[in-house]
């Protein structure tokens, strides 16, 4: 039971924390400004990062890279914000949101799931760097992940900084 005890523990705090980020999908939410620039630098950071690490054909970053932007641009142009007395709320797009989740999710179900069949096959021979590097279509959905929180913070602080100047 022990040795399951870590594993565990950090199991459940990464649905948490999962848990934590996948409610900004959906509904109304309170524009922090702090909390998008670091989520927004923080994405861009590890996207750069994986963008430029040395791996497989270019041509799969650069798909990451392209579908991240044009679903982030979709967002921004889709997402609803609104004043309510002093305080501005945005509201994403229900069916992008939708999107992003199943890619998530979809994403960690993958990963889980070749955790457990590599564990498996070979408790002697067992490499973490195989299922934490995986295959180019999972780092092409993580990029676009990365890249779509990336942008999409960036443009709903910039709709935010451009409706807040013309409001006042």
């Known amino acids: 039971m022990s040795e399951y005890l870590v594993p ?3 199991g459940v705090l990464a649905a ?6 996948l409610r900004r999908f959906f509904g109304r939410h309170k524009i922090s400004v702090p909390g998008f620039i670091f989520r927004m630098s923080l994405a861009g950071i590890i996207a750069a990062v994986f963008i430029v690490l040395p791996g497989e054909a270019i041509g799969f970053r650069i798909l990451g890279f392209s579908i ?5 641009l979709i967002g921004v142009m889709t997402t609803k914000l609104d ?5 501005w709320f945005y509201t994403p797009n229900l069916y992008l949101g939708l999107a ?7 994403r960690i179900i993958y990963r889980l799931s070749m955790f457990f069949k590599l564990s498996e096959a070979s408790r002697t021979d067992f490499d973490m760097s195989q299922v934490l590097t ?17 942008v999409y913070h960036a443009g709903v602080l910039y709709r935010y900084r451009s409706k807040s100047r013309t409001a006042e």
Do not use: H, T
Request: overall charge positive; aromatic content about 10%.
């Open 8 to 10: 565990i523990l950090i």
């Open 16 to 21: 948490a924390l999962i848990y934590r980020r």
């Open 68 to 72: 991240g932007l044009i679903l982030a």
């Open 83 to 87: 004043k309510e007395g002093d305080q």
């Open 100 to 106: 992003i989740l199943s890619l998530f999710l979809g």
């Open 134 to 150: 995986g295959n180019p279509i999972g780092r092409v959905i993580l990029i676009v992940l990365l890249m779509y929180f990336a």
